[in-house]
Each structure stands twice: as structure tokens, then as C-alpha cells.
């Protein structure tokens, strides 16, 4: 199911995963809006060195929650982000790569395209 928004470039944004299902709003896409305080927008390939960086900082994405219906991230699961952490794991030299075509247009307003670019793999990658 792909979203009515926009991705950084500009085409229609794509799903991340439906598998762990991801996004803000539970629909597989890095959508955004006034309630999501976050901005989970960016559509990342979760590495073992992300993980263990973002748990590091007080955001355990690796450990299962089954009362939230959360599996807890593997390494190659794609997650939306929120765009402060992954800039965070950026300027620590462990951002996790990123899925351009799945990654909210609004993400820009923090993150530079070559930034982005630098972390980007295929949209059938994993």
C-alpha cells in the first residue's frame, strides 16, 4: 500500500515494511503528521551497530514488546525512523542506510539529500 505523500525525490512515497509493520501510523509507510511528534520518516535498513547505538541512547528497538505488537528489530528489517535519531547515528558514524524511495519528503527539511544519499540502497534491497 503505498501513501498519498511524497518521498526526497520527489515520486510517490513507497512502503518500508510491512513486515515488521512500521510507520508512524501503523500503515508499513514513513508517514507524518501533526501527531507524530517524532517524524518517523525515514525509511531505514537496521544494521547490529545501529541497533545496539540506538539502545545505547535509551531507544531499545531490538527487544520484542508483545503487548505493542512489536517483534523487535533485526538487522536488515526496514523501520520509518525518526529523522533526529537517524541524524544522531549519522554524526556518531552509525546511520543505518536508507531506503530513498520510502523515506517522507519532509525529511528534508533536516537532512541534506547528499546526506541522505551517502546511506541510500535499492528500494528491493534489503
Known amino acids: 500500500m503505498a501513501s ?3 518521498n526526497v525525490l520527489g515520486t510517490p512515497l513507497q512502503t518500508c515494511s510491512m513486515e515488521p509493520l512500521t510507520g508512524f501510523y501503523r500503515t508499513g509507510c514513513c508517514e507524518t503528521g501533526p501527531e507524530d511528534a517524532g517524524a518517523h520518516m525515514v525509511c531505514v535498513v537496521a544494521t547490529d551497530e545501529f541497533l545496539e547505538f540506538s539502545r545505547s541512547r535509551g531507544n531499545d ?4 514488546h508483545p503487548i505493542f505488537h ?3 528489530l533485526k538487522a536488515g528489517d526496514r523501520w520509518c525512523l525518526c529523522v533526529t535519531r537517524w541524524m ?3 554524526e556518531a558514524g552509525c546511520a543505518p542506510n536508507v531506503v530513498l524511495e520510502a523515506t517522507h519528503a519532509a525529511t528534508l527539511e ?3 539529500m547528499d546526506q541522505l544519499k551517502k546511506y541510500a540502497v535499492p528500494a528491493d534491497a534489503s
Request: charged fraction near 5%; aromatic fraction near 18%.
Open 4 to 6: 498519498s505523500a511524497l
Open 110 to 112: 533536516w537532512v541534506s
Open 70 to 72: 512489536f517483534p523487535g
Open 88 to 90: 544522531e547515528a549519522y
Open 61 to 64: 528497538l531490538s527487544t520484542p
